[in-house]
C-alpha cells in the first residue's frame, strides 16, 4: 500500500523539492516496472506544486506518446522536433518556456496552458522520455526546477 507524501505546505519552491525527493526516491526504488514510476512522479509533482499538466511523453518508434500525466486531456503524440517536447528530444536538453505564445511551433494542448518547462529522461545515452510540466501562469519555470526535475528524472 502507497504511502501518503509529506510535504510541509508553506515552504519555497526548493525546500519543496529537497522534501519530496526522497520520498519519490524510496517510492521508485520499490517499483521496477516505468510506467508505474511515471504515474507516481507526475501525481507527486502535481500535488506538490499544483502544476497545471505534468506528465511523460515516452519514445516510441519516432514519436512521443503520451504516458502517465496529471492534467486536462492532452495530445496523444509529437514528433521528433515539433513543439517544447519535440524539441527536448531533438536537442536532449531541458527547455524552458517563459511564454509558450513565443515559441516557435508550440503545440497547444490547452490553450491554458502559459509556461513550460521540458526534461529529457536520458537512460544509455538515448532519450528514453520527456517529462512535461506546463503552468497556467507566465514564467513558472526557472534553474531551480530544472535542476531538481533532472535530478527527478534520473531515478527512473
Excluded at 506518446?65 to 515539433?82: D, R
Excluded at 517536447?85 to 536532449?92: A, L, R, T
Aim: glycine letters at 6%; a negative charge.
Amino acid at each position: 500500500m502507497a504511502e501518503e507524501l509529506k510535504i510541509k505546505k508553506g515552504s519555497t519552491k526548493e525546500e519543496l523539492y529537497l522534501e519530496l525527493y526522497p520520498q519519490l526516491k524510496s517510492l521508485v526504488e520499490s517499483e521496477e516496472d516505468q510506467i508505474a514510476n511515471m504515474a507516481n512522479i507526475s501525481s507527486a509533482l502535481k500535488e506538490t506544486f499544483n502544476f497545471f499538466w505534468v506528465g511523460f511523453y515516452r519514445v516510441i518508434g519516432e514519436r512521443l506518446v503520451l504516458g502517465p500525466f496529471q492534467g486536462p486531456i492532452a495530445c496523444t503524440s509529437i514528433a521528433f522536433g515539433k513543439g517544447v517536447c519535440g524539441n527536448s528530444w531533438k536537442e536532449e536538453k531541458i527547455i524552458i518556456v517563459p511564454d509558450v505564445d513565443l515559441f516557435p511551433g508550440h503545440i497547444a494542448c490547452s490553450s491554458l496552458s502559459r509556461s513550460e518547462i521540458v526534461v529529457p529522461v536520458i537512460r544509455d545515452n538515448k532519450v528514453i522520455a520527456v517529462l512535461d510540466i506546463d503552468s497556467d501562469e507566465l514564467d513558472s519555470f526557472n534553474e531551480i526546477d530544472a535542476v531538481n526535475l533532472e535530478k527527478i528524472c534520473l531515478l527512473l
